[in-house]
């Protein structure tokens, strides 16, 4: 029976979407692995969206409670607002308190992802404040480490991410994700699906 890898995301701009569908790349490469891409739900009105120049969201479908327990293994991504994941991400976890009274999710690995306008937007505060969320739910942490590549010690370029996860720069708006960012977002599908593959068979 196939391993089941969950890539739940919030994007506004299109930034961490990018990153969900490189990271459901590296989790589809690991055999035995199906992953698939969820949008949490959007919270703000659409007048607001429009205020904002959002762009009208992607096909990709909008999860709910339930597709969380068919699930091996999560990972999460969401913006930075102020430091930590945007409120539409928060929402959408302050909904699962049904699962954690019933310890459904206790267990099961879970990593994390961000985007932040500026280089000192808070992408790591935003992973390291949302691991609460995890541990409440008795969640596994797995974070990205310094495995993903050479990438992670490039000091020429501009570039997101952390050893907590994969992350990219959302400003200016026409910036998409560079090769290293894509490259430890990649890995972090990948080495997600590996351990939940591995938690399950065991």
Not at 78 to 86: A, V
Not at 95 to 113: E, H, I, M, N, Y
Request: with cysteine.
């Amino acid at each position: 029976m196939a391993t089941k890898i969950c890539i739940v995301y919030y994007s506004m701009f299109g930034h961490i979407e990018k990153l969900a569908k490189e990271i459901q790349r590296g989790a589809s490469s690991v055999k035995g692995v199906e992953a698939k891409l969820w949008q949490v739900p959007e919270i703000l009105p659409q007048e607001v969206l429009e205020e904002m120049n959002a762009p009208p969201k992607s096909n990709v479908p909008v999860i709910s409670i339930k597709h969380l327990l068919q699930a091996d293994g999560f990972v999460f991504g969401f913006p930075t607002r102020f430091g930590m994941m945007c409120a539409q991400f928060k929402a959408f976890l302050d909904s699962t308190g049904g699962l954690w009274q019933r310890q459904k999710l206790v267990g099961k690995p879970a990593g994390l992802f961000s985007s932040s306008a500026t280089q000192c937007g808070g992408q790591e505060t935003t992973l390291l404040s949302a691991v609460t969320q995890l541990a409440h739910h008795g969640m596994i942490f797995v974070p990205t480490g310094y495995k993903s590549g050479n990438g992670m010690f490039e000091m020429s370029k501009v570039k997101g991410g952390s050893p907590y996860g994969a992350g990219t720069f959302a400003s200016p708006a026409d910036r998409v994700p560079s090769e290293a960012e894509l490259e430890q977002a990649f890995y972090q599908g990948k080495n997600l699906a590996i351990i939940a593959k591995k938690l399950k068979q065991s």
